[in-house]
């Protein structure tokens, strides 16, 4: 594929579509404020406790609400109207943030109240997901659906390259609360957008045959279990996100206890990462489609990454092999979501997407807690290690069981090669 035509399909979704145009602004300055509040709150639990343990389970209470409550989630995309769904979402998350400007404005930061307050960001981030998903269907259609599924990952990780940049400044200049004040009002972006959407732009859907919650949650599942291929994805998701994708823990370890530094250095690490992430984010929407070659290689990217970050105790490399994790782990997610999507009947998409983005963050909660533990044994130099292991399984997996006649050819050709005679 040449660049030119990389180019000229890189934002065909932006130019095509006001509404989803409208989604994309609001939510470039949202998603900024919301990476500034996610880099400032771990960051105010280590410095309150100078304990990984403790800043583990600051991400345990941000996730759990996704195992308890996920899949449920996703039957209720389906049945309700997505863009409705956004509104009450985005404005409970604001007023989570407000809440949190108001503990650090006042001084009153204790540790039960900011694990309270990540519990609720949860349960919000619960229902905001799966209908974020499926709106995205209804404001490009089918053909421009890969190409909107990066670059939804574009803004998110454009937000991931600012927001923790400022935040590391804003925290060492300004103070921690203006993390949250800001991450506030940037929630005002969003709904703006979403109220000032045209209804009769949006794709319609076919939700003939939608069952009550419970029997929605099973046909969902009997669903991805009838594809090998989707059993695969969701195994892949499943262990990568379980072991390695856990750098809410881990970066802030990373900054403060491996390589001594200070805030500023840890808004450079996860700009780093951001920074990566975008450039993936929009080298995939320029492809012409989802592949699984795509997000082989970003999950063999990303865990080589990862043991190749283990034993390094500086900020430079260490930013350098962020980057490269960040463009990896987006090619892999954004690969694994527009494949989904694109084989997945509409009367069915919010539930299957639930199930995907229950494997891959509703076990962070125990991820969380394993790297913290891993960190607090080993150091960050063990749990990274380990992430990266267990992604390289992942990969040699989805190789054999896409690749089953050339692996078994190599084999052949390796016995050959080594016989004695």
């Not at 991450?183 to 732009?201: H, I, K, T, Y």
């Not at 794709?203 to 279990?225: C, K, M, N, Q, Y």
């Not at 990862?306 to 490399?317: C, G, K, Q, R």
Request: glycine share 10%; hydrophobic share 55%; charged share 15%.
């Amino acid at each position: 594929m040449t660049f030119s035509v990389r180019r000229g399909r890189t934002f065909v979704s932006l130019r095509k579509h006001r509404n989803y145009r409208l989604l994309f602004m609001g939510q470039v300055v949202s998603v900024t404020g919301t990476w500034m509040q996610d880099t400032a709150l771990p960051w105010l639990v280590l410095r309150l406790t100078h304990s990984p343990i403790d800043v583990g389970l600051l991400v345990f209470c941000r996730y759990v609400p996704f195992a308890l409550l996920g899949l449920p989630a996703g039957a209720l995309a389906d049945r309700f109207d997505n863009r409705r769904m956004m509104i009450a979402t985005q404005s409970s998350s604001m007023c989570v943030a407000a809440a949190l400007a108001a503990l650090t404005l006042t001084g009153h930061e204790q540790l039960w109240a900011l694990y309270l307050l990540a519990t609720l960001g949860g349960a919000t981030t619960i229902l905001d997901a799966p209908n974020r998903h499926a709106l995205t269907y209804r404001l490009v259609g089918r053909d421009e659906l890969p190409n909107a599924v990066a670059l939804n990952s574009s803004f998110f990780n454009a937000g991931r390259v600012v927001g923790p940049a400022v935040a590391g400044v804003v925290i060492g200049t300004l103070g921690i609360s203006v993390c949250f004040v800001l991450n506030a009002l940037s929630f005002l972006a969003v709904l703006s957008a979403l109220l000032a959407m045209r209804r009769d732009e949006l794709f319609p859907l076919d939700r003939s045959g939608a069952a009550e919650t419970g029997g929605a949650i099973r046909e969902g599942l009997r669903f991805v279990l009838a594809s090998e291929r989707t059993v695969l994805l969701l195994t892949i998701a499943l262990v990568v996100s379980l072991t390695g994708f856990n750098l809410r823990v881990l970066l802030p370890l990373l900054a403060g206890r491996t390589l001594r530094a200070g805030p500023e250095t840890f808004g450079v690490l996860w700009a780093s990462f951001g920074t990566g992430a975008l450039a993936g984010a929009l080298y995939a929407a320029g492809a012409a489609r989802a592949s699984w070659r795509t997000l082989v290689a970003g999950v063999g990217g990303f865990s080589v990454a990862m043991l190749a970050l283990a034993p390094l105790h500086s900020a430079a490399p260490a930013s350098v092999l962020l980057a490269a994790i960040g463009f990896c782990f987006t090619l892999w997610t954004a690969s694994s979501q527009s494949i989904l999507q694109l084989t997945t009947p509409d009367r069915l998409r919010g539930r299957v997407l639930s199930i995907y983005l229950f494997v891959l963050t509703g076990l962070t909660p125990a991820g969380s807690l394993l790297s913290a533990w891993l960190a607090s044994v080993g150091g960050t130099e063990l749990a990274f290690g380990l992430a990266g292991a267990c992604g390289a399984a992942m990969t040699a997996l989805a190789v054999v069981r896409l690749r089953p006649g050339r692996v078994r050819a190599l084999a052949r050709r390796l016995a050959t090669a080594l016989s004695p005679d």
